[in-house]
């Protein structure tokens, strides 16, 4: 079973120019969620899908970020304009709709966003 | 609100040796999830260990197992026989209870095994 994958794996663009990252999920998953680091600190929650519908998006800074799941497959975060405070590490995760409380999420290897 | 503690930014520790990080939590909620990650330098983050807040019996997997203090809201992980491989960052979280709802990290631990 292929895991959570992510592109791209860097990104450097220029302040107020727009990036968009993308995360394919488990084959099955229903939720979804993006989570950012940022400089070193907590790993924070941005926002939760469940199919294409967002669940949660409590987390997300602002917006310009905008995120999407047509289909309920794949998922984009797009930055737009991108500031210098939005670099770090975006994370994707996905897990099961249905199962017991216990079960996991299963993290992409992330996309390094550098604003300069 | 829910805020997880990882005290200690980085920990080093020798080969075969053990290793204990900690990780203390907070949370209003009755029914939650405890759960390590571990990243290494390849920055794939994978799932160590988790565990269930109403289960009193510490969880194990092979070499991990985890100290959980309930009362004390304490949820430390012991890496036995430490190996080179196991060098990573390490994060704590917490879920509330529902599977479908999010992941509130620690700052994280750096683990570094020596040989």
């Known amino acids: 079973e292929a895991g959570v994958t992510q592109f791209p794996s860097h990104s450097v663009i220029e302040k107020g120019q727009t990036v968009t990252l993308r995360c394919d999920p488990i084959s099955g998953h229903d939720n979804l969620y993006w989570y950012r680091r940022v400089m070193g600190k907590e790993i924070k929650f941005l926002l939760h899908?469940?199919?294409?519908?967002?669940?949660?998006e409590s987390g997300m800074p602002n917006n310009r970020f905008l995120a999407e799941r047509t289909g309920g497959t794949y998922s984009t975060l797009k930055v737009q304009p991108a500031e210098l405070e939005d670099s770090g590490v975006y994370f994707c995760?996905?897990?099961?709709?249905?199962?017991?409380?216990?079960?996991?999420?299963?993290f992409g290897p992330g996309t390094r966003l550098t604003v300069l | 609100a829910q805020t997880v503690t990882q005290s200690q930014p980085e920990m080093s520790v020798q080969e075969a040796e053990t290793v204990t990080l900690s990780c203390t939590y907070d949370t209003s909620e009755s029914n939650y999830y405890l759960f390590w990650y571990k990243q290494p330098p390849s920055r794939q983050m994978i799932l160590v260990i988790r565990q269930e807040a109403y289960k009193q019996q510490n969880a194990t997997e092979n070499r991990f197992s985890v100290n959980f203090q309930k009362a004390a809201k304490s949820f430390s992980l012991k890496i036995s026989d430490s190996q080179l491989g196991d060098t990573a960052m390490y994060f704590c979280a917490v879920r509330r209870g529902n599977a479908g709802n999010m992941l509130t990290f620690g700052g994280g631990t750096r683990l570094m095994v020596k040989p």
């Open positions: 899908f469940v199919k294409e519908s967002k669940q949660d």
């Open positions: 995760a996905s897990s099961h709709l249905l199962g017991g409380g216990d079960q996991a999420q299963y």
